[in-house]
Each structure stands twice: as structure tokens, then as C-alpha cells.
């Protein structure tokens, strides 16, 4: 089933509350559907709204994925494989799994959002990505007008980028499995200040190991006491990526900023949180009205006019975020959310 509309009003449906009208909308409900839809010019596809700057105008076919549904495909005593419908909200997901003992997702509670669009950005939170439980995504191939199943490998994931980025307008998401394990026991919770919530949560609880539904708890608590809700103060969470740099450009920065918090990837790269970085040049708070960083994190991009907030407004924000950051460190910060041109083009 699908339902079709014209100058669609996207204001409501993007987090950021940015104005936003596109000349044609289509509803999924039934992937069944999708060969029957030949949209004309570009196409875009719009999940949630949560991680996408949109323009004022859209001449573009907007495809909204709505459908719903979570199917066992296999389980025995160790783990589960789950498969999850493009519409489901991420963190209802997230919330299901932990609650049902499938565990593996709990750090990427409360990120906003639907199922089908966590494989895009390979989203990730707190030490965990998508692809560390991503076993394969089911598509619909625009360009040879096929469904098909890509493996983990053929999404080719790296740090917030995968195959969906590289080669838009060609793949909609229709569904992704997931391997999930059942051990309460196994988690990650070396990242920031993860573990000691955790812990405290584990003794309350009269328990000495942490489990994976304190790591669930804890991201929400961490989450909800760092970031605004976008119902209220309009944003799409993270704004910048947090840039990975070299063991030579890190030992340097060490030197001139020892408290500086940071995350070794590999022998030679290491991680370092954008948000104090933007702390740290002065920009927590700040910005240039109508978009500025909020006050308990700086890292997330908030809209103080919704409804009349340009992707302009956004620019101005950004690049001047950018050049501090630039100018202190060394460091150019990338974006995270993606930028839709007016003809439904994105990057």
C-alpha cells in the first residue's frame, strides 16, 4: 500500500524544525509496493527526520518508509537473529531487545530515528557502531528494479559512512537483521563516563557486574541529562563527527592540552570528541542566532527559530564552528547529518 501527496509540508518532519515543502511525498506502508512507484526527476528518501538538514524547497520525490514489523528468524540458547521492518523506531527497538534479554543494541538507546536509516549513518554510541550487529540489509535496487539482500561486507561501513551514502538515489532500505546474544554479562561500556553510571545502577540492583540493562539505563540517563529533546528544542542530535587524527598530530595536542580526552582506535589513529573541542575553542552555548550549541553539549546543533530556520542559518553556524576548531587545533570537524539540496541531491 502506498498513499501519494502533493507540496507536502516536511516542517513537522525533520528534527531540526526546519521549514521545508517538497513537491511530491510517498507513503510506503508494503515494500510489496515499490516496483509500482516510478517517481519522476531525483528521489530522496525521508526515515525520521533526525539526522538531515532540509531545503526550503524540495523539487524531489520524497519517499517516506512506513513499514512495520520484527520477525525471529532464528534463535537457540546463545543468540537470536531478528529481523526489523524499515519503519521501526530505533530506540522502541532498542527498548524491545534489552527487555526481551536480546542484547548487543543497548548503547544506541535513545538515538533517534528509524530502523532503516541506523544502516546509512552506521550509527553508533558509546563504544558500539550498527555493523558490530548488522548481519544483512534487505533492499529495493532502483536502478535495476529488484529487491536484493546486501551482506555486512557489501554495506561497506566505516565511521558514519556506508554504501547508502556512496551511492545515494540507487538503494531503499526495506528491512535489517540483526544477531543478537543473550549473555546480560556482555557489554561495552568503556567509553566516557559509561561504566561508573553503569556500576551504580549494577550495586542498587544488588549486583556486582554490570549488565546490559544498566548500559541501557545508564545512555538513557547520560543522553537525557546532555541533550535536548528535540520536541522542545529542535535539533538532529550530534552535528559534527568526532574526528579521528594520527598518533603524531595526537602526541602534539597532548603536550599543549593534558586533560584533553581521547580514544585509541588502532596503533596509529586515535578518536577525540568533537563537543570539547568545540568547548574548548568557546563556542558551548554559542554560535550565531538562530542556531547555537546547546548549553550542556556542544556538539549538538539547536534551533532557536523553528519554522523559520534556514539550511542558510545552519550554514553559518557550522563553518564558523569549524574555522574556531580550525584555528586552536589544527583540526577540521566534518559533518554528521546530511545536507538535501533543493533538486534532492544530498551530501
Known amino acids: 500500500m502506498i498513499q501519494t501527496y502533493h507540496n507536502y509540508d516536511l516542517s513537522a518532519m525533520n528534527t531540526m524544525a526546519l521549514n521545508s515543502c517538497a513537491d511530491t511525498a510517498i507513503v510506503v506502508h508494503d515494500e510489496a509496493a515499490l516496483p509500482s512507484i516510478h517517481p519522476t526527476g531525483r528521489w530522496f528518501v525521508l526515515a525520521g527526520g533526525s539526522n538531515v538538514l532540509l531545503p526550503s524547497v524540495l523539487n524531489a520525490t520524497v519517499i517516506l518508509p512506513r513499514m512495520l514489523g520484527k520477525h525471529i528468524l532464528n534463535e537457540n540458547d546463545d543468540e537470536i537473529l531478528l529481523e526489523v521492518k524499515a519503519g521501526e523506531n530505533w530506540h522502541d527497538l532498542v527498548s524491545h531487545c534489552t527487555l526481551q534479554g536480546w542484547y548487543g543494541i543497548e548503547n544506541l538507546a535513545l538515538i533517534p530515528g528509524l530502523a ?3 544502516p546509512v549513518q552506521n ?10 550487529v548488522l548481519v544483512c540489509v534487505k533492499v529495493y535496487d532502483w536502478e535495476n528494479s529488484q529487491f536484493l539482500t546486501l551482506s555486512r561486507e557489501e554495506c561497506q561501513f566505516s565511521y558514519r559512512h556506508s554504501i547508502f551514502k556512496e551511492q545515494p538515489n540507487r538503494y531503499l532500505i526495506t528491512a535489517i537483521t540483526l544477531r543478537l546474544h543473550k549473555t546480560a554479562t556482555r557489554i561495552q561500556s568503556n567509553y566516557g563516563d559509561l561504566h561508573n553510571q553503569a556500576l551504580t545502577l549494577a550495586t542498587a540492583a544488588g549486583r556486582d557486574d554490570i549488565h546490559a540493562i544498566d548500559i541501557y539505563h545508564a545512555v538513557i540517563a547520560i543522553r537525557q541529562s546532555k541533550l535536548p529533546d528535540p520536541a522542545i528544542l529542535p535539533n538532529c542530535g550530534s552535528f559534527f ?7 603524531g598530530q595526537f602526541r602534539q595536542l597532548i603536550c599543549q592540552y593534558p586533560t584533553m580526552p581521547h580514544y585509541p582506535i588502532n596503533d596509529a589513529l586515535v578518536k577525540l570528541p568533537a563537543g570539547w573541542l568545540i568547548e574548548q575553542a568557546g563556542l558551548k552555548g554559542g554560535g550565531i542566532a538562530p542556531i547555537l550549541t546547546h548549553t550542556k553539549q556542544a556538539l549538538v546543533l539547536t534551533n532557536h527559530a523553528p519554522q523559520s530556520a534556514t ?13 574556531s576548531v580550525q584555528q586552536k587545533f589544527g583540526i577540521t570537524l566534518v559533518r554528521e547529518p546530511v ?5 534532492g541531491s544530498y551530501q
Request: aromatic residues 6%; proline residues 3%.
Open 123 to 132: 550509527i553508533g554510541a558509546y563504544g558500539v557502531q550498527l555493523e558490530d
Open 339 to 343: 545536507w538535501v539540496n533543493a533538486d
Open 116 to 118: 532503516g536509516a541506523a
Open 241 to 247: 563527527q568526532n574526528p579521528i587524527i594520527s598518533h
Open 311 to 323: 539550511q542558510h542559518d545552519i550554514a553559518i553556524t557550522q563553518n564558523h564552528i569549524i574555522v
